[in-house]
């Protein structure tokens, strides 16, 4: 039986029957819907000869031996944010079933192909995105800190997990893979914008992510002349535009972004003594990273002292760009052509697993699916059916061309 | 006995004494400390031969009658704002007892001279400022409105001021009035940047205050090209610089001030998809005021046109610039140049009693005297002694011409 990439799109519909609600996806990690999502992919998969196998981090495996140990791998996670969209995550691993039983269909493959079903990639539980893949890659480095972690309705962490027969143990389950390929909705307006329905992916985004406080005085709005002000907003306000500035001047896919201010007190009758902002910034070169990160802090401390006012950096979080593998980008770029006729080149804002399999070690590249409209994580997400199919396409062409290479 | 005007000083940290805690003063209206301060002003006009009467609206009038019923008003407000100062709106009608004291001491004035302490100007327990001043001047139009007030305990305001006899309906109480004095602390800068103690004021300023709406699209922080945004928060940026722009060209006084942003979703991964911002403008004159106002329209809409955003205006409130008497202004020139040697023409910012009664019709005209450092609704609000006691002086002795002026 060849591939039949119009039956993903229908496993697609009926994985949405099974695990929508009237706000979109619910297939939320370590709840009920997930477990019935997993028990789903677990039917799905019985067709072929591939063995399940569900590891310490909670993460589905089913591997189809082959002539050697060496492995390809083919994730994606199952997961879902509350009110998530019917694709993010669960395109991955649908299309990976449909390669995985082309593969199989064909006889024993040259390598073992490794299907993962990633858990709890949106962290939507404990706010720890990348749970199972960086488990997997032995990159998670801050388990204490998750062992503290509760959800909303005050379950630690750990007794959740335990629940799914899962404990924190860190180890990698990445020794034997070869090279690691994911395809992802793209979650952004790229691709629709160019009218392509794929594109390859680069590398993750670095990000830069900070509180930025300026602090000016309280003043009476009516009795404080223009000239006697130091106004914090006025602050923020000139950040935000010079930080669009410096994303355009930075060029190569820049963005940055003040996702919030917080102003207080925040009453019409005064002048803004505090205004908080976010700032997050993202390059996929770690020197346009850094020289961007620096340009807004100089831009800041300047603001800060022409308005006579105050500003304090705090480091929220910050990652480095992650590189995909120039080898298989190729490949990816062939597969999309033959695919599709035309293929691009981007990198990713959001982060995916790929990124923790990537920073292991893996030799890894992602192909990135149209979204409409841009919209993710609502029950908005959409991505035509035809792309959908061309995705398909794709991947099993770039799972071939990656076992031919891989086999030489 | 002559003038004394350390003995206003003096009373003023009696009365300070009294009515605070360690977090400022708390002379809330219609709360038991309100009507102990009262209660105390009662006890120091006792010594004149003025009588004592509270209309309906709650205010205390001491009335020392002259040979004709035509009278001179002096008027301030004992309440505070919760966590308030011990000079706003006390200076007055301590420093108003002295120089009533002062004329009594003189034999029966030419005119009836009566002291008024206006009952909750700040309008802290309901949010209605300058109640009892609207109520006496008869133009407390949103009666029923004010029927359905209730408090943060959900006293309605008629059963809280019921329990002090005071009932809603209006009446004027300025029939007789030939002139309205009211000295009152600056609650601003200006006085002390000139390094002067004291001023006249010409008005209070006519205020604008919308709320302002931009909206644009959320989209994720990473995955979305700065070039196909749409950020509210950059609309509101924009506006927040432009204001100060339109601020200075008006000129006069102007002032502009955004008070608060809140951006939604406000999220450090999305850009802002809504920008609400508080405006406040202010200007004596009102041709300036509706200028300003248009202008920050039109700046708006252009904003929104450039960024790809929407824009949408709502007003919350306005008032006409209310501006005092020609002639007393110049008599309080004069009174202040004898007591101080210089004096400073300026309009005040936030609104006075003093308004509610210029409004009605009678020629009426403030002083100010310096605030330290502009501070005032807080329990580091100050004035200087010697400054206190200059107020005095400048007060009683606009109170003798102006009564030489109206006996022609």
Same mark, same amino acid.
């Given at each position: 039986?060849?591939?039949?990439?119009?039956? !993903?799109?229908?496993?697609?519909?009926?994985?949405?029957?099974?695990?929508?609600?009237?706000?979109?996806?619910?297939?939320?990690?370590?709840?009920? !819907?997930?477990?019935? $999502?997993?028990?789903?992919?677990?039917?799905?998969?019985?067709?072929?000869?591939?063995?399940?196998?569900?590891?310490?981090?909670?993460?589905?495996?089913?591997?189809?031996?082959?002539?050697?140990?060496?492995?390809?791998?083919?994730? &994606? *996670?199952?997961?879902?944010?509350?009110?998530?969209?019917?694709?993010?995550?669960?395109?991955?691993?649908?299309? %990976?079933?449909?390669?995985?039983?082309?593969?199989?269909?064909?006889?024993?493959?040259?390598?073992?192909?490794?299907?993962?079903?990633?858990?709890?990639?949106? %962290?939507?539980?404990?706010?720890?995105?990348?749970?199972?893949?960086? $488990?997997?890659?032995?990159?998670?480095?801050?388990?204490?800190?998750?062992?503290?972690?509760?959800?909303?309705? &005050?379950?630690?962490?750990?007794?959740?997990?335990?629940?799914?027969?899962?404990?924190?143990? @860190?180890?990698?389950?990445?020794?034997?893979? $070869? $090279?690691?390929?994911?395809? *992802?909705?793209?979650?952004?307006?790229?691709?629709?914008?160019?009218?392509?329905?794929?594109?390859?992916?680069?590398? !993750?985004?670095?990000?830069?992510?900070?509180?930025?406080?300026?602090? %000016?005085?309280?003043?009476?709005?009516?009795?404080?002349?223009?000239?006697?002000?130091?106004?914090?907003?006025?602050?923020?306000?000139?950040?935000?535009?010079?930080?669009?500035?410096?994303?355009?001047?930075?060029?190569?896919?820049?963005?940055?972004?003040?996702? %919030?201010?917080?102003?207080?007190?925040?009453?019409?009758?005064?002048?803004?003594? !505090?205004?908080?902002?976010?700032?997050?910034?993202?390059?996929?070169?770690?020197?346009?990273?850094?020289?961007?990160?620096?340009?807004?802090?100089?831009?800041?401390?300047?603001?800060?002292?022409?308005?006579?006012?105050?500003?304090?950096?705090?480091?929220?979080?910050?990652?480095?760009?992650?590189?995909?593998?120039?080898?298989?980008?190729?490949?990816?770029?062939?597969?999309?052509?033959?695919? @599709?006729?035309?293929? *691009?080149?981007?990198?990713? &804002?959001?982060? *995916?697993? @790929?990124?923790?399999?990537?920073?292991?070690?893996?030799?890894?590249?992602?192909?990135?699916?149209?979204?409409?409209?841009?919209?993710?994580?609502?029950?908005?997400?959409?991505?035509?059916?035809?792309?959908?199919?061309?995705?398909?396409?794709?991947?099993?062409?770039?799972?071939?061309?990656?076992?031919?290479?891989?086999?030489?």
């Amino acid at each position: 039986m060849p591939l039949d990439p119009a039956r !993903t799109v229908a496993e697609l519909r009926e994985l949405r029957e099974l695990t929508e609600d009237e706000n979109g996806a619910q297939r939320v990690a370590w709840t009920d !819907t997930w477990e019935q $999502a997993r028990e789903w992919l677990r039917g799905k998969v019985a067709g072929t000869r591939a063995e399940e196998d569900v590891d310490a981090a909670g993460n589905q495996w089913f591997t189809l031996r082959g002539r050697s140990d060496r492995a390809l791998l083919i994730g &994606g *996670h199952i997961d879902s944010v509350p009110n998530g969209g019917w694709l993010d995550g669960s395109l991955n691993v649908v299309a %990976g079933v449909e390669v995985l039983r082309r593969i199989a269909e064909e006889g024993t493959p040259e390598l073992t192909i490794r299907l993962v079903n990633w858990a709890d990639e949106e %962290g939507a539980r404990f706010g720890r995105s990348l749970f199972g893949s960086s $488990a997997a890659a032995g990159s998670m480095a801050d388990q204490d800190e998750l062992r503290s972690r509760v959800d909303a309705g &005050g379950t630690a962490l750990p007794d959740a997990v335990a629940a799914h027969g899962v404990e924190l143990e @860190a180890h990698s389950q990445l020794g034997s893979a $070869a $090279a690691y390929l994911e395809l *992802h909705i793209e979650q952004g307006p790229v691709l629709e914008s160019l009218d392509l329905p794929l594109g390859v992916v680069l590398g !993750t985004f670095g990000v830069e992510r900070h509180s930025i406080i300026f602090r %000016g005085q309280a003043a009476h709005a009516g009795s404080t002349p223009m000239d006697q002000r130091r106004d914090a907003l006025a602050g923020a306000s000139r950040l935000e535009l010079e930080i669009r500035e410096i994303a355009k001047r930075t060029g190569g896919g820049a963005v940055c972004t003040m996702g %919030g201010v917080v102003t207080k007190p925040g009453i019409v009758t005064s002048v803004v003594e !505090t205004a908080e902002c976010l700032l997050d910034q993202r390059h996929l070169d770690a020197a346009a990273l850094a020289s961007m990160l620096e340009e807004a802090k100089r831009a800041s401390e300047r603001i800060a002292q022409e308005e006579n006012i105050e500003v304090e950096w705090q480091r929220i979080w910050n990652i480095q760009p992650i590189l995909f593998d120039d080898a298989l980008i190729d490949l990816a770029d062939e597969a999309i052509r033959e695919t @599709a006729g035309t293929s *691009h080149r981007l990198p990713s &804002g959001p982060l *995916h697993d @790929a990124a923790e399999v990537a920073r292991a070690g893996v030799p890894t590249v992602m192909l990135f699916v149209q979204s409409l409209r841009g919209l993710s994580h609502t029950k908005l997400e959409d991505t035509r059916a035809e792309h959908l199919e061309l995705a398909v396409q794709a991947l099993d062409r770039l799972a071939t061309k990656t076992l031919a290479r891989l086999s030489k």
